[in-house]
Every structure is written in C-alpha cells, then in structure tokens.
C-alpha cells in the first residue's frame, strides 16, 4: 500500500505541467506515430523546449488537489484555482452518456482540464461508423465558428506584436475593397462591421454559382466573391458573420504577408506544440479525420464535408479536442496572449451584446466565462474557459445539430456548482456610503461627489451585470453597471451627483441622497437600458442613504416639504441605513434683491 502511494507520489513530482518543473527529454519525433489499430495520431511536441505533459488519475478520471485547505488567496499564490477539489466524474458521467444516448450521435468526446491538467475525458461512440472505428481525443474534427475564438487569439498576438492595428479601417489593409467597407478591423473581429452571413443580399457584380466549393490558396483570393455584396447590418452594431471573418483574413494576410494557413501554423501550431491545429486541406487524406454525419429521421447518414477554404478564419480549422484543450489552457494561463489581451478579448462592445472579439463572454455564478460554439454540415464544436479559476473544457461531436454548446453549459454549471447554488442566493448591500470632496457649482448646476461599496454578502455570486444608482426622493440621478459579484467581495463604486440649479436657489439646501446596489429604478435617467435584478435573499436591505447641505443659502427650506423617505422594514439581523449629514461651511452670498453682504447665520 505505502509502495503504491509512493510510487504515485514520484511519479506527480516527476510530471510537468505547464510551468511546475522542466522536464529533460528526448527529441520529439517529427512525424506521426501509429496506434495499435494502425491509426495515426500527432507525435509529441515541446511548449518553447518545455515538455507540455497532461496527467489523468485513471483510479477516477479525473485530478484531485491533495493537502488541507487553503484561503482563496494562497491558493492562487501557489496558481491553483480556488475552487473546491471535489470530483464530480459520477455527474458528468451521467449527463454526457444521457446527451449521447437522447441525441443518438455517432461520436462525442468531452474534454476538461483545470489547473493545467487534464481532470476528465469521455469518448463515446464512432469516428467512423462504417468502419468500426472508435471515437477518441485524438480524432481531427472541424472547428466551425470555433475558428473565430482562433482568429481573436491571433489578432490579438499581432496586435501585441505590433504587427496590426485593429483600429485601422480594413481599406486601409485591403486596396482593392470596395469603399462601402468603411468599418474597422475591430468590427470584423467583434461581428459589427455590417458584412452580410449566409443567406443575405448579394450584389448582380458578385459571381453568382457555387464559389464556395472552389480551393482559395489566401482569404485575399476568397473575399473578391463577396465584397461586392451591401452590407446587410449598420456598422458599429452586431451583426454575426463568417463572411466578415475572410475581410479580416484578408487583412491579417496582408499585415503579416503569409498566407492564412502559414500564420496559424506560425503564430500557433508550431510554437505552442499543436500539430493538428490547421487550416482544413481536405485533400490531404489525413487518416485521423472523423468521418462526418447528418441526422436523418432516426439514422446517422455519411455526408461529404464542404469546402471550407474560402472561410478559414470565420469556419475553416480543425484540431483535435487534445489540442484544442491545450490552446484554451495555454491561452488562459497566458503563455500564447498576456493577461491583458485576454481581459480585452473578452470585453463586451456593448453590455446588450455578448459577443466580444471571436468569443461569447458571460457571468455565472460570479465567474467570468469564455466561449465559443461551433456548427455546420456534419459537425459541433464547444469550447469554453473561466481563466480565473484555470478551467478550460472542449466538446466535440462529428454530427450537426448535436447540441454540443448545450452540453457544455450543462457542465460548466456543474462544475461551477451553480445548480448546487440554485437554493442559496446573493445578497448585495451598499457600505461606505460617503461623500469624498468638496460641492461644486458649475454650468447652473451643483456638483456633489460620493462613493460607496457595494458587498455581496449572500452565499451565491451575483451572476449578471446589474445597475447601481444614487437616488433624490425618488429619481435616479446617476446610474452604472457593475458586471458581476462573487460572494462575500466587494466592489467600489464612485459617481458625481448633478442638481440643476440656474438660480443657485438651493444653496443651504440639505439633500438627501440614497445609494442603491441593484437599483429598483434602472437607467431612469440616462440611455441605459433596464435590465433584469438580481435574485437576492433579500430586498430591502440594499441601500444607504446621507445628508449633505449645499453650501451659501439663507439655510431655509426654500422647495417646500421634503421628499418621502425611503425607508427600510425592520428584520432580524439587517443593519439600519446609514443616515449620515455632511456639511460644507457656507460663505457668504449675495441674494437677489438685495444691497451688501448677508450675514452668516450663527
């Protein structure tokens, strides 16, 4: 028994994994290796001359961090997540066999990894039905628009390469595009430059026929058959399109002079030791290809996979799940783009949208989530990372239709514990409610700075953007979002409070100000939508409320009665609202009507 523990022990010492250790060894083969069934599959590679190496505890399938607990903090200190070591292979287990079973698909792998290693694998089912082969992490399957969350990762590279510039305008690249391209590369990345998707308008100067099964050596060669085409969207808004991504294709080829596939195998596959992660070439006859198959009625039918060369960024790559489970980790952990250029991939354009640059990008459970899905004649892909927690998971099926992205968000909330979450809840308050300088008056209008922090502290995160706002009596006088919270953290919150006061009546006034953490009231007075509230414990309990007295004045209550006072039912355990009064010294002032200065008051 103790021999077995040791041994084990050694052998996690031993291993590397992304940064732990560096690890002698051979030179990697350079070409590939056959398997028992005679199959290829790709040879090891190096990370930059550092043996990238995944461990899987075949006892469970699946990595368990040993040792005591450890704070948040330390953890990541030693760069671990802060995530539970729980396993969780029984319910994956069950909700992947059920998906393949209900979905009745040909093949099906799920990958996951976190912390660098790979924590659990599921293949089921046939590569290729027909011929009896078996679905494994080592079969190449099509990306589909997975390639776009590839073509964000490498714009971003050139970017920190200073190799592009995505606020350049695509003309700028592209001499010969047509001048109502007037949007910027950035647009064509994010999905608003207006370019038209499948299906949508095209232009009598446009080559009419079947251009797509033709072979494109560059997108430069493809975007000629489409950019005639008017646009189909308003550029600046979202409009989803593959055929955007060749424009953008086109501009990388230029700034980079390479062809499309030269940069993936340049910037990607050959550095960061990803040998299958290519530009399709479906006439290479790569014997690790999946077969590729469309539901018909109950039955799986064999469909020949269409040509894609014409749109390698927008839907033209392939990979293996391995490999694409290694870019997400190297990716999140940094190694391929900075943290920096990651935080900017995945940052909304407009909060209404959540298409970033090539990724979706969502909030659960007070995670911040990358992802990315993937469909087309044949085939299904998913990929998704929270890069915080070091959790990157990879879903592949070589049918249409088969709900992958589904799946995949099905795990994730398991993994992220939020349906173990569902009874619990968030629970925001405002705290430090405060103003922090001095009034102002400016324009006709009165200036009043404040801050506070707003604290989550519910057992559950709160999951999407929700809207802070300070409030008069009952009108909102500035609002702004705060994308998410986790448990028991806090977040400041700071904000200039604007009173129109032509006159400079209210001097001496007193007002009272309310702070709202998830504002009953949204964007009352700005061009910000209403949004949804979060689902809290409790209600009212998330507000505080000063006093603060406009400086100069008579100090008479020239506007009246006051407004009503927000108030706060009484519950065991709630703290009051704070009600604190700030106030500037008056100077004198000068009212109208009247010779000499006004006395102070005593």
């Known amino acids: ?49 550092q043996k990238i190496q995944f461990q899987l505890n075949e006892a469970n399938n699946t990595y368990n961090r040993s040792g005591g607990a450890q704070s948040p903090a330390k953890d990541r200190q030693a760069g671990l997540s802060d995530f539970k070591a729980e396993t969780y292979k029984d319910q994956l ?56 969350w590839v073509a964000g990762i490498v714009c971003l590279k050139a970017v920190e390469q200073g190799q592009l510039d995505l606020m350049a305008t695509a003309k700028s690249r592209i001499d010969d595009l047509p001048v109502h391209h007037t949007y910027k590369l950035r647009d064509l990345l994010a999905c608003r430059s207006g370019v038209r998707h499948y299906g949508e308008a095209t232009s009598p100067e446009s080559p009419g026929g079947d251009w797509g099964d033709d072979d494109y050596a560059t997108a430069l060669e493809a975007a000629p058959m489409f950019w005639h085409d008017p646009l189909a969207g308003v550029v600046g808004q979202y409009h989803y399109s593959t055929h955007g991504y060749t424009i953008l294709g086109a501009a990388l080829e230029d700034a980079l002079n390479k062809s499309s596939a030269q940069i993936i195998q340049g910037m990607l596959s050959t550095p960061h030791g990803l040998p299958t992660l290519k530009a399709e070439d479906l006439s290479d006859g790569n014997a690790a290809r999946m077969k590729f198959y469309t539901k018909s009625g109950n039955s799986n039918v064999l469909v020949t996979p269409e040509n894609s060369t014409w749109k390698v960024w927008g839907g033209g790559i392939e990979s293996t799940p391995m490999d694409v489970l290694k870019l997400g980790i190297l990716l999140g952990d940094g190694k391929i783009i900075s943290k920096q250029s990651l935080k900017t991939m995945m940052t ?11 990724c979706n990008q969502a909030v659960e459970n007070g995670n ?54 569902e009874g619990e809840k968030a629970d925001l308050v405002v705290q430090d409610f405060e103003r922090h300088g001095g009034i102002a008056y ?61 006159g400079k009546i209210m001097g001496g006034r007193t007002i009272e100000l309310t702070a709202f953490a998830d504002a009953p009231i949204a964007a009352a007075d700005t061009s910000i939508p209403t949004y949804g509230r979060i689902n809290e414990s409790a209600e009212n309990n998330n507000k505080a409320m000063i006093e603060v007295k406009l400086p100069g004045g008579l100090d008479l209550d020239l506007t009246g009665e006051k407004p009503d006072q927000p108030t706060v039912p009484s519950q065991p355990g709630a703290k009051k609202p704070q009600r604190v009064t700030t106030e ?13 200065k006004m006395k102070k008051s005593p």
Request: charged share 25%.
């Open 348 to 358: 909304r354009l407009d909060p209404q949208d959540s298409y970033c640059l090539g």
């Open 1 to 49: 028994m103790w021999m077995r523990i040791l041994s084990a022990s050694l052998i996690v010492l031993l291993s590397c994994s992304f940064g732990l250790a560096e690890t002698k060894q051979k030179p990697a083969r350079t070409g590939p290796r056959p398997t028992e069934s005679g199959q290829a599959q790709p040879a090891s590679q190096s990370d930059l001359g």
């Open 368 to 421: 911040q989530v990358m992802a990315k899905s993937g469909s087309f004649k044949g085939s299904n892909a998913y990929v998704w990372l929270v890069p915080d927690r070091r959790m990157v998971m990879v879903v592949m099926a070589n049918r249409d239709g088969a709900d992958v992205d589904g799946l995949g968000k099905k795990l994730r909330s398991i993994l992220l514990s939020t349906e173990q979450a």
């Open 93 to 148: 287990d069950q909700e992947v066999q059920k998906h393949f079973d209900d979905n009745k698909l040909p093949g099906l792998v799920v990958l996951y990894a976190r912390d660098g290693l790979l924590t659990y694998k599921k293949s089921l089912g046939f590569a290729d039905v027909v011929g009896g082969v078996k679905m494994n992490e080592h079969k190449v399957g099509r990306l589909n628009s997975v390639s776009k």
């Open 442 to 502: 400016k324009d006709g209008k009165w200036e009043i700075p404040v801050r506070f922090q707003v604290y989550n502290q519910g057992k559950a995160g709160a999951n999407i953007a929700f809207v802070n706002s300070v409030q008069i009596g009952s009108k909102d006088r500035w609002t702004s979002f705060m994308d998410a919270l986790a448990p028991k953290y806090s977040k400041p919150a700071n904000a200039t409070i604007k009173i129109s006061d032509p």
């Open 584 to 596: 500037q010294p008056a100077s004198p002032t000068r009212v109208p009507g009247r010779i000499g």
